[in-house]
């Protein structure tokens, strides 16, 4: 069974930080981008920041300068470290992996896309 499991949300005051972890468990040969997404009370959700499977990373413009995301692939994890939080920040927040490559005991090698986590809570107060 594959998932992606995040933790490290918690309730902070403005201009502090946190670093959100997402590992992925199961028997994963591989994972291409990895994504944080957010979704604020009464918004849609929003991709935040990506990771190639190389390194390269892409912002929203929002948390450019304040969030960098980071991956090591010998875990299967990805890491959010975010500074300078500000209330607009409060969200849940959502692991994402575009692509995994995974083994199944009963049906060898498989595939599977658009990959989530549960979320965890992060909010930041004025």
């Known amino acids: 069974q594959v998932q992606l499991a995040e933790s490290g949300g918690g309730l902070v005051q403005a201009g502090g930080s946190l670093r959100l972890s997402c590992a992925a468990s199961?028997?994963?040969?591989?994972?291409?981008?990895m994504n944080w997404y957010r979704q604020g009370l009464g918004k849609q959700r929003e991709l935040v920041a990506t990771i190639t499977s190389d390194g390269n990373t892409i912002y929203e413009d929002s948390v450019k300068g304040r969030f960098t995301i980071s991956r090591d692939n010998a875990k299967k994890a990805t890491y959010l470290q975010m500074t300078s939080l500000k209330p607009e920040d409060t969200a849940v927040y959502y692991c994402?992996?575009?692509?995994?490559?995974?083994?199944?005991?009963?049906?060898?090698?498989?595939?599977?896309?658009?990959?989530w986590g549960q979320g965890t809570q992060v909010t930041v107060s004025s």
């Open positions: 199961g028997s994963i040969l591989s994972i291409n981008m």
């Open positions: 994402n992996a575009d692509w995994i490559q995974f083994t199944d005991q009963a049906m060898g090698t498989r595939e599977a896309t658009d990959f």
